[in-house]
């Protein structure tokens, strides 16, 4: 597995090596990839997780080399990308990272096994993952993932919150589209246990106003309402999202639930389309993922699904001409 340490990074490796994602009994080897100039501050890490005398932990490989590595991977979380300040939106990273996600996407493609789960979650997420699977031809592109767990766990907790129930008395939000703030957060179909019975989130939350508008907005501009209070971008919660996605990639769904992530769009029954990385409803099983099909869309859900579509085509696009430049 590869990771790079920026703060996410650091929050993640300490949850991966002590078996929350891969299992409690899977032995783990991390090899950490980041640019030169960061190779003394990953000898700290190292350091750090040695100190921590966890029995899974196998080795750890610092690296600066990408056929260190991407060599044989398992499963690569492709954190490290341009990250966003205060009044960027995450597409204006499009040009520096498409360099970054082709030349990651060229060495999966190169030194990688052929069955390596990829997570991406460098922003502009979808549109890099997009790029690193269009530059790692010879590995299919059901492996790749990016990360709108996020936002999923996100939706989730504020039903939770609104309704004064534990988060995981809800279930089945469905995040749409790109990890943007065009993303659609979206409860038609989402379940909420309200104090022993199970009711739509409609119902339990008994205002429809809040669910069409503040919540949406909410939940789309998450990402940026912590980056303004804390003067750098969320860090916890997404590396608790990342542990969440690969668990579910590893270990499957629980029954009857689907979770959000943006996987490749291909003969979609929603009509999304094709060859854009788009979060849908999936459920996983033996690492594999089906979209949950025949989710019935309204006008309301329709008009904003199309919306992040248009959105996700225009990044697609324009990433393609830097691609070719
Ligand atoms: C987030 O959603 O918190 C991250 O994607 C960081 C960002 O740029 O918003």
């Known amino acids: 597995m590869l990771l790079t340490p920026v703060a996410i990074a650091y929050s993640l490796l300490y949850s991966i090596a ?13 090899v950490l990839l980041d640019i030169t100039p960061m190779l003394p501050v990953l000898d700290g890490v190292v350091m750090e997780l040695q100190d921590c005398a966890l029995p899974l932990l196998r080795e750890v490989i610092p690296t600066d080399k990408v056929e260190v590595g991407f060599k044989d991977l398992d499963a690569a979380i492709l954190v490290g990308s341009m990250p966003r300040k205060e009044g960027v939106e995450r597409k204006d990273l499009l040009k520096a990272n498409v360099a970054i996600f082709k030349t990651q996407g060229e060495a999966l493609e190169k030194y990688a096994k ?3 789960k990829v997570l991406v979650v460098g922003n502009p997420a979808n549109t890099n993952c997009l790029i690193a ?12 993932s990016c990360l709108t767990r996020l936002d999923h766990n996100r939706a989730r907790s504020q039903v939770a919150m609104r309704v004064g129930v534990p988060s995981d ?5 469905i995040i749409w589209g790109n990890h943007s703030s065009t993303q659609y957060p979206d409860v038609h179909h989402a379940i909420v246990n309200n104090h022993g019975k199970e009711m739509s989130a ?3 939350v008994n205002d429809e ?4 508008g503040d919540f949406i907005t909410t939940v789309q501009q998450r990402g940026a309402a912590v980056i303004k209070a804390r003067k750098l971008s969320s860090a916890m919660s997404a590396a608790k ?16 639930e689907w979770v959000s992530m943006g996987i490749y769009s291909t003969g979609n029954s929603y009509g999304v389309p094709n060859d854009l990385m788009y979060s849908f409803p999936v459920m996983i099983k033996n690492k594999t993922w089906k979209v949950v099909d025949g989710l019935a869309i309204n006008d309301f859900s329709r008009g904003k699904m199309d919306g992040t579509a248009a959105e996700l085509v225009d990044e697609r696009d324009t990433a393609l001409t830097f691609l070719g430049a």
């Open 114 to 116: 052929k069955t390596v």
């Open 241 to 256: 999202a990342i542990c969440d996605h690969m668990r579910d990639i590893w270990f499957g769904t629980p029954d009857g």
């Open 18 to 30: 002590k078996g929350d994602v891969f299992g409690k009994d899977q032995p783990i080897i991390l």
């Open 133 to 144: 699977s269009k530059s790692a031809p010879s590995i299919p592109k059901e492996n790749f």
């Open 169 to 173: 008395c809800v279930k089945n939000v």
């Open 209 to 212: 106003s809040w669910l069409k």
């Open 202 to 204: 409609f119902d339990a």
